[in-house]
């Protein structure tokens, strides 16, 4: 079902699942973000890798912290700005840099062992 961002809101907010100083939060959150982020993923989908990173770089931190979700759906984000950096490398060596900075970003962020092998290829890739 495709919602427009005011039936969206009332959805949740008919559902309960929000209170109404959440849905403004929510509503803040997306004025800010949610095009950016809608953005982000055209130019990822037409593999337009630059305009990925020049539009989720500058947001990431905000991104990660300010806009919640779960860690699968932040790391998605990390996913796509790694994986967009990593597909630049050949342009400039601020992009092959930029890579592996934020591949080492990750490895701080995800040292479970579960997370090492993908941590390794992601390294290997760089």
């Known amino acids: ?10 959805y949740l907010r008919f559902q309960g699942e929000m209170k109404d100083s ?5 509503r803040r959150r997306y004025a ?9 993923m055209a130019e990822f989908g037409a593999q337009n890798y630059v305009k990925t990173v020049e539009l989720l770089l500058p947001l990431r931190h905000d991104l990660y912290q300010k806009l919640g979700g ?9 996913h796509i700005l790694i994986y967009s950096a990593i597909q630049c490398q050949n ?36």
């Open 32 to 40: 800010k973000y949610g095009g950016k982020l809608y953005e982000i």
């Open 1 to 10: 079902m495709l919602f427009t961002n005011k039936s969206y809101y009332e």
């Open 22 to 26: 959440e849905v403004a939060t929510q």
């Open 91 to 126: 342009i400039s060596s601020y992009y092959q840099q930029l890579a592996k900075q934020l591949v080492t970003e990750r490895v701080g962020y995800f040292k479970a062992d579960s997370e090492e092998t993908l941590n390794s290829r992601l390294f290997a890739m760089v």
């Open 70 to 78: 779960s860690l699968a759906q932040k790391d998605l984000l990390r």
